[in-house]
Each structure stands twice: as C-alpha cells, then as structure tokens.
C-alpha cells in the first residue's frame, strides 16, 4: 500500500463522475478515498439514475443520501432512506440499490475488495 495521502477536502460539484461496471448507465461514481491513498477505506460518491442494481456487497459498506432517495432491497425487507439518512450494510449482504435519481455519499472496508475476493 502507498504512503498515506495528505488530507485534504472533495466536493461533489469539483469531480468527475464515471460510469460505474456494467451499470454505467444507471450508476456514475467519483472516488474520494481509497487505496491509491494508502488507505483501507474507500469513499466516494455515487449519480444514481433510473437505477436497479442487484448485488452482494463484498465490504462492510456505509450510504448516506445527499439527494432524492434510495431504497435498498434485502431478504430482510426493503430500506428506504431519504436525504441525511444512512444505510448501514454488512459484508455479504444480496440486495438490489433502486433509486430513481439520487445522489449518495459511501464509505466502504475494505477498500481493495476486488483484490481480497
């Protein structure tokens, strides 16, 4: 991992947002954290747009919605949050993120995931 980055402050209106995996049309993030910083936690934000995303979640995973709404659909029912309310998600949790346009800050750990799995 890299020596830590110095800290410093991200505005979503200062980032860009790129299509996010195979549901780039309806997801776009913008890394704030991660491990090109030297840290395990990522963070970012996240467009979401006419979404419905099934997953299961290979971190320990935070949402805190900015705008509009989300719902978060589990085998334990649905999660519906508004703006500065949070979601918190547990390591292998099988959802489905559905919002029709909303804007959400996330914080996730292990950052690295993808190279852990």
Do not use: C
């Not at 979404?51 to 949402?63: G, L, N, Q």
Request: no cysteine; net charge negative.
């Amino acid at each position: 991992m890299p020596d830590k980055s110095p800290a410093r402050v991200v505005s979503p209106d200062a980032i860009t947002f790129t299509p996010r995996f195979e549901y780039g049309h309806m997801a776009k993030a913008a890394t704030v954290s991660g491990p090109e910083d030297g840290t395990r936690l990522g963070s970012g934000y996240v467009k979401l747009t006419q979404a419905e995303i099934p997953w299961t979640i290979k971190y320990d995973e935070v949402i805190l919605v900015l705008e509009g709404s989300l719902t978060v659909r589990t085998a334990d029912g649905d999660l519906a949050v508004e703006p500065h309310q949070t979601i918190w998600l547990p390591k292998g949790t099988a959802l489905t993120y559905v919002a029709e346009d909303a804007l959400v800050f996330f914080a996730i750990e292990p950052a690295d995931w993808a190279k852990e799995a």
